[in-house]
């Protein structure tokens, strides 16, 4: 079958849009991931999104609304118990752990049939439905609004914290806001590349972006069109392969950007820093306030 007749089908739309919606709710939240530090944490939210799809499952039978609600807790959990930045790590560990043991002895329970958790792990994006698709373009609307609304002082509090606490910018009540979206953003890719591979969307294109620009916006704005080319990249050149699954096709183009602008961007920052005057410098770190 032709790449043109796969395109035609409902299941291949409909995997291209939630793609696309995954991509850039995690192009958006990226940049903040690599400025704040905080690949560990979507790591964590991603595997226990399984743990919340299990209790769904085993509660009312869906497991997208139980990995969402499961989402909102671990948000909560890492936030209250991970406050210190430097308790961070260990605390995401310790939830983790007890998590996924948590998920396990849920699964053990529900007696019918558990692929809706597992595809939480491995990603069934043939399988988004008109459902679960408009679920999703809710998720990345409530993203795209919440980081418009928070974004300059959710930029200062992660650029230089300690000012913006001197300047009255609750940035405890930020970082606890930002888990939230971290955790719905992550569980919403989650379905499309499984939590195993979610890194490639959620930090990936984020850190080629750094590697590129200097300016936030900027930064952004690579972010969510280097998720985009890896999602519905992959995709469409999964159509051409029956053998190979979308999320190694999405690893491997968002990979392949990573290392392209890895080793172009410090040229390229270093032409920039000669083009720019000496005064303007710090201009970045001043957009933020």
Avoid at 138 to 153: E, K
Avoid at 164 to 190: K, N
Avoid at 237 to 243: A, G, R
């Amino acid at each position: 079958m032709s790449l043109t007749q796969y395109l035609g089908l409902p299941f291949a739309q409909h995997a291209l849009a939630a793609a696309a919606l995954v991509a850039i709710a995690c192009g958006l939240i990226g940049p903040f991931v690599i400025t704040r530090g905080m690949a560990f944490a979507v790591h964590g939210t991603s595997e226990l999104a399984f743990t919340g799809a299990a209790a769904g499952l085993l509660v009312a039978n869906n497991a997208i609304a139980g990995a969402l609600v499961g989402a909102v807790v671990v948000g909560g959990l890492i936030g209250a118990m991970g406050a210190r930045e430097r308790e961070r790590d260990s605390s995401i560990g310790v939830i983790l752990a007890a998590g996924m043991g948590l998920g396990v002895l849920l699964l053990s329970y529900y007696h019918g049939f558990a692929t809706e958790a597992t595809n939480i792990l491995f990603g069934n994006i043939f399988g988004v439905s008109s459902g679960q698709l408009l679920v999703l373009g809710i998720i990345a609307v409530s993203v795209m609004v919440a980081m418009g609304v928070l974004y300059r002082p959710l930029l200062f509090a992660s650029v230089d914290p300690e000012v913006a606490v001197a300047r009255g910018v609750p940035v405890r009540l930020l970082g606890i806001v930002f888990l939230f979206i971290l955790a719905f953003t992550v569980t919403e890719a989650a379905q499309v590349v499984g939590t195993l591979l979610v890194l490639s969307l959620a930090i990936t294109p984020a850190a080629a972006a750094h590697r590129l620009a200097n300016s936030p916006l900027a930064v952004a704005g690579l972010a969510v069109a280097f998720a985009l080319v890896s999602a519905d990249g992959g995709l469409l050149l999964s159509f051409e392969s029956s053998t190979v699954k979308p999320s190694v096709f999405v690893v491997a183009i968002s990979f392949g950007i990573y290392v392209v602008a890895r080793l172009v961007g410090p040229s390229l920052k270093s032409m920039r820093r000669e083009a720019v005057p000496a005064g303007e410098e710090g201009a970045t770190k001043e957009a933020a306030t």
